[in-house]
């Protein structure tokens, strides 16, 4: 049964809390006497006190159900990017809907793509807005609002699962969901102070540390400088970013159980993992020797410091660039495309397929051919020390089609609109496995503010889907979901 004024009534409480986030980018503001003061101010007010209205008007006292949770956890997303575009809108910066729009979903989703020319002519105030919006989305908004609120019910479960990343395949680290989150957030916090920290300490000032921190760490790749990372000329700063960019795409339950078990040996019992390591040693190294055998590009740290930093930004879909890898040869191109499909590890703040996905995929289909040789032999798979059900490992496929069927899709459309294959076909894959970048005219030296009014809406939708792994999304389009 679906109870309208339940899902009215936490989705309030959801638009509230973006409303007091925004207030954090007013000390900015206000000290470098920037002209978005009042901008932000009507923005943080508008939304608070309709967050506010909400849940006083439609208020219950009930508890979310499992049916519920699907509605709260889409409409909550795009709720929460229509009110976190406010900012852009007032303040006159971004005053076209479509573009507002595209931001602040490609932030609050970690995806990084961007329809800004020149951000660092941006005030302080909404740079600081823009790159918080990717911290909040990148351990997630529903996840904070189920650590901060209590009496979410039996359908708190259900919500988590729908957001954060892996979906049923995540495990949880304590029993009660609250507690889940609560523990997942705080070890998010305290990796972030860590990676500031060491910003601050290699040169960079407090602002940008901070700014680049939420990015890193939500591996959503907006920055302050219209150069990205490559700004920086420091082999420290580009290091430890890329040292916190893997940390990032790691699952979060890991470094949870490692630090509270003093083990960090939990991290190599952990399959995805290896396998997800085992990626980027692999294209690391593949990448550097595509650059050393074309010349150039300094001497061999160089080299495999700039071949590190772009594997591990978009396999962890942050989607930074020290470099216009668009001009790198096409054995190192060709590498970076293919890891466009790969993603962060299930349970992290990484977009995309995930490396654990992959890994069920190829157990089953060594399964099939098991049986193919042995007919009556009775087949288990395992994941993690586990036993895995056939429902979850369906589930595993169906993701996986639905994926490539929206990408199919999402090239179509974009070639309708006029946009070249290849950027059609980048764009749709970094839009919907969260990355950034892709090639072509969406490079890391473009953006995408050329693309069309129906193009943007089109990729803040894949942006979402892909955020939200695709279910809780589509679930809303079946009729028999809205039926009592």
Known sequence: MIRPAVIISHL?????????????C????????????ISISLAAMVTIISGLLLKRLFSTGESINFKESFALVSLGWILASVFGSLPFIFSGYLPNFADAFFETVSGFTTTGASVVKDVEA???????WRCLTQWL????????????IAGMGAGGNQ?????????????????????????????YIIISIACLLLLLVFGMNLFDALCHTFATMATGGFSTKNASIGFYSSPYIQWTITIFMFIAATNFSLHYLAYKDRRPVVYFKNPEFRFYTGIVLISSAVVALGLHLTGGMGGWEEKIRLASFQVVSIISTTGY????FNLWPAMSTGVLFLLMFVGGCIGSTGGNIKPGRYLIIIRRALMEFQKMVHPKAVLTMRYGGRVLNEDLVSNVVQFFCLYIMLVALG??????????????????????????????????TQNYSFIPDAGKYLLSALMLIGRLEIFPMLVLLLPAYWKQ
């Open 12 to 24: 309030g409480l959801l638009i509230l809390i973006i409303g007091i986030a925004m207030l954090s």
């Open 26 to 37: 007013l000390p900015w503001s206000i000290v470098y006497k920037e002209d978005v003061i």
């Open 122 to 128: 941006w005030p302080r105030g909404l740079m600081f």
């Open 137 to 148: 989305g990148g351990m997630g908004i529903i996840a904070l609002f189920i650590a901060i």
């Open 159 to 187: 919500l988590f699962k729908a957001e954060v990343p892996g979906g049923s395949i995540t495990d949880k680290i304590s029993p009660r969901i609250r507690e889940t989150a609560q523990k997942l957030w705080l070890t």
């Open 321 to 324: 660039a020290t470099a216009d």
């Open 411 to 444: 090239v179509l459309v974009l070639t309708m609109l006029g946009i070249d294959i290849v950027s059609s076909l980048t764009a749709t894959a970094s839009c919907l496995g969260n990355i950034g970048p892709g090639f072509a005219a969406v490079g890391p």
